[in-house]
């Protein structure tokens, strides 16, 4: 299959994922020399869950970030629009509830969560502020968003070789590591083209969030964006 592009279109990238579901968390943790695993740590703290809170992760892959929430006692479904990817999650033995879902159009009623996260998928989906949007009708009044993605580096320097080295090394690695390199070339494309921290949070304020602050991770590298949706 050809490289999904940065049109994203919801087919060719859940296609796209469905053909790396097997190595794809591995190939991650090589990829992000580990990192990944802090990342998800912080997405967990950030959230701030309960044991009475029912949780939305979105774009869950294979379910490896729904199984980390869900050790905080809290309810958490694991919703990705790869069939595939949730399959392989169910291969790998991560006991949690698996629901296919476009981001652009979830299956659940209006305000039916207590938080919503997403981690690294939100750049996956085709518009989004609708998938924002959407993410704020299913969650109840006071509920929480938190979104962990990629960004832009905050220093400048070392901004100039990171944006230098995805595009060219992440390939590379990914023909070492993965079963379809090509899927990591459209990766690296949508991680180069993708928001800033402060427009990705004119964004989120923009779909029906209030509050909306980040924290960067890694130099920002790594963003963690948070907002409440409004009482």
């Keep these: 299959m050809s490289r999904a592009g940065l049109d994203k279109n919801p087919r060719e990238v859940a296609e796209m994922f469905g053909g790396v579901a097997r190595h794809y968390d591995w190939a991650n943790t090589v990829m992000c020399f580990g990192l990944d695993r802090y990342w998800r740590r ?39 629009f790869s069939t595939g990817m949730l399959f392989r999650g169910r291969e790998l033995g991560r006991d ?12 659940f009623k209006d305000e039916s969560f207590d938080a919503v996260t997403v981690c690294f998928g939100l750049r996956n989906m085709q518009d989004t502020a609708a998938a924002l949007s959407e993410m704020a009708r299913v969650t109840r009044p006071g509920g929480r968003l938190v979104i962990c993605e990629f960004s832009t580096p905050t220093w400048r320097p070392f901004r100039t070789v990171y944006r230098n080295y995805v595009p060219r ?63």
Excluded: F
């Excluded at 949690?96 to 299956?107: E, F, I, K, N």
């Design 96 to 107: 949690v509830p698996m629901v296919g879902a476009d981001g652009m159009l979830l299956p």
């Design 169 to 231: 090394a992440l390939p590379v690695l990914a023909k070492r590591v993965s079963s379809n390199p090509e899927a990591y070339v459209y990766l690296a494309e949508s991680i180069r083209s993708w928001p800033d921290q402060r427009s990705l949070a004119n964004t989120i304020a923009g779909s029906g969030w209030g509050q909306v602050g980040w924290r960067n991770l890694t130099n920002g590298i790594v963003t963690l964006h948070r907002a409440t949706k409004p009482v």
């Design 42 to 80: 912080a997405t967990h703290q950030a959230l701030r869950l309960t044991s009475q809170d029912l949780v939305l992760d979105l774009a869950a892959g294979t379910g490896i970030s729904t199984v980390e929430l869900s050790r905080s006692g809290a309810r958490c479904i694991a919703a990705d």
